[in-house]
Every structure is written in structure tokens, then in C-alpha cells.
């Protein structure tokens, strides 16, 4: 019912910046929380920034001063980006699209989309 499309994962030496989208679409009524996990291997899936429909965010300590979370909410547009620089070989992971809001098909639920995953790896 919500499709979440991510892009702009790659390899990227240490020091180096990333610019990640998630576009979401479907049958969306209302949005209260878009962001960012990340899972490394044999670890937890953990956040990373998450920014609610009306701008507050809130980030990882880990990420703090080097991870920006922005979002675009325009009609027909529901984007959120997350700008990741001074990246660190501990910043590699698959980084997952979160989407949290209601349906046209369940208004009165709060529904729950996560993305395919977009790869993220920091190494010289």
C-alpha cells in the first residue's frame, strides 16, 4: 500500500559524503514519521535519523554534527534525504527507508513500511 524507493547507497572512501533519497508512494493519507535504520552485519538494526511530518528530527549520537535528515512533503511528493559526510568505516551498513503514517486503506491505524535496503560501505 506504501512503496518505498531508496537510492544513492555506494562505496565512498573514509572522510567522504553520501546523499541518500527514499521516495515514498501509494495510498498515503498521512505522514507522521519518515527516516533512516541502518543494519550492520551481525547487528541490530538501529536508528539513525528519523524527521517527523512537522520538521522535528532526531539522530543517532554516533551521527551527530556529520548526518543532515531533510524531507520533502510536497502534494504528490513524499521524499525524505539523509546527507551523510565525514563518513567513517563504522557508518558501513545496509541503510533501510522507515515510513510511519496512516492509509487510505487503515486511517484510524498507524501502518509501518520499510524499504528494500540500500548499501552503504566506507573503506579505502
Known amino acids: 500500500q506504501v512503496q518505498l524507493v531508496e537510492s544513492g547507497g555506494g562505496l565512498v572512501q573514509p572522510g567522504g559524503s553520501l546523499r541518500l533519497s527514499c521516495a515514498a508512494s501509494?495510498?498515503?493519507?498521512?505522514?507522521?514519521?519518515m527516516g533512516w535504520y541502518r543494519q550492520a552485519p551481525g547487528k541490530e538494526r538501529d536508528l539513525v535519523a528519523i524527521?517527523?511530518?512537522?520538521?522535528?528530527?532526531?539522530?543517532a549520537d554516533s551521527v551527530k554534527g556529520r548526518f543532515t535528515i531533510s524531507s520533502d512533503n510536497a502534494k504528490n511528493t513524499n521524499m525524505v534525504y539523509l546527507q551523510m559526510n565525514s563518513l567513517k568505516p563504522e557508518d558501513t551498513a545496509v541503510y533501510y527507508c522507515?515510513?510511519?503514517?496512516?492509509?487510505?486503506?487503515?486511517?484510524?491505524?498507524?501502518?509501518?513500511?520499510w524499504g528494500q535496503g540500500t548499501q552503504v560501505t566506507v573503506s579505502s
Open positions: 501509494g495510498s498515503i493519507f498521512k505522514i507522521n514519521v
Open positions: 524527521i517527523t511530518s512537522g520538521g522535528s528530527t532526531n539522530y
Open positions: 522507515l515510513w510511519k503514517g496512516y492509509t487510505y486503506y487503515s486511517i484510524s491505524t498507524l501502518s509501518v513500511y
